[in-house]
């Protein structure tokens, strides 16, 4: 079936160095969801990307979506601690479903 | 504004033990809504999807079942637990097409002993 592939599983980093997380598909997306879910937390979107080659920002965070709908990479810049936490990618494929990569967790050493 | 209600937040069951979680959402009507199970690890898995009352598609076989008896209610439900069964469970919801983004409850976290 339809996978999403998100890497790396665990970044560690210290506060002020930059993140980056990356998603890719077998198969072309309809539009590409990210989700961040706080230790101990329930996940929370934040951003979805729907055309090709679309870049999205919300202040320190930069979202893009490949020119083929297939990839997908969300990238912090000077990371904060209170950017901590597990940032998940959720594709939408062919069959209506939305499929969660399996997160990258972010830890952040102050 | 709408608001999704999950109870319980913890659960502690005996192997054997049934199991109903509820999940409620407020302040729309006719949503879409979900039950996620994330094992230790981090990935979601989806369990059920309803886009209606009495309408309900399965995405794995297991263990578990669920309902829509109201138009907002959604339960997640055992007639006996594995140990296999622990785990986070989150509810979410999302409105109209099934592409826009999901709402999730806090969850329940589920200890089967």
């Given at each position: 079936g ?7 599983q ?33 996940p929370?979107f ?25 990839n ?9 601690t ?29 | 504004?709408?608001?999704?209600h ?8 005996p ?9 409620t959402v ?9 039950w ?15 886009v209606?009352?009495?309408?309900i ?16 209610q959604?339960i ?21 097409h ?16």
């Amino acid at each position: 079936g339809q996978q999403v592939m998100q890497i790396p599983q665990y970044q560690h980093v210290q506060e002020g160095e930059d993140f980056t997380t990356y998603c890719n598909s077998s198969t072309t997306l309809s539009n590409i969801q990210w989700y961040k879910q706080r230790p101990g937390g329930h996940p929370v979107f934040l951003i979805q990307l729907v055309k090709s080659g679309e870049v999205k920002k919300q202040k320190r965070l930069t979202f893009q979506f490949g020119e083929a709908k297939k990839n997908s990479s969300l990238h912090i810049t000077a990371t904060q601690t209170t950017d901590v936490g597990t940032y998940f990618c959720a594709g939408m494929g062919s069959q209506g479903n939305l499929i969660f990569g399996k997160g990258t967790k972010l830890s952040v050493k102050p | 504004s709408q608001t999704i209600h999950q109870w319980p937040a913890t659960l502690v069951q005996p192997v054997g033990s049934p199991l109903s979680l509820e999940c409620t959402v407020e302040g729309t009507s006719n949503p879409n809504l979900y039950w996620y199970r994330q094992a230790a690890g981090r990935g979601l898995q989806l369990l059920f999807y309803s886009v209606g009352i009495g309408q309900i598609s399965s995405e794995v076989p297991q263990n578990l079942s669920a309902s829509r008896p109201q138009d907002r209610q959604f339960i997640l439900s055992s007639k006996k637990l594995l140990l296999s069964d622990s785990g986070f469970y989150l509810c979410a919801w999302n409105p109209g097409h099934r592409s826009s983004p999901l709402h999730f409850g806090n969850g329940t976290r589920l200890t089967v002993t």
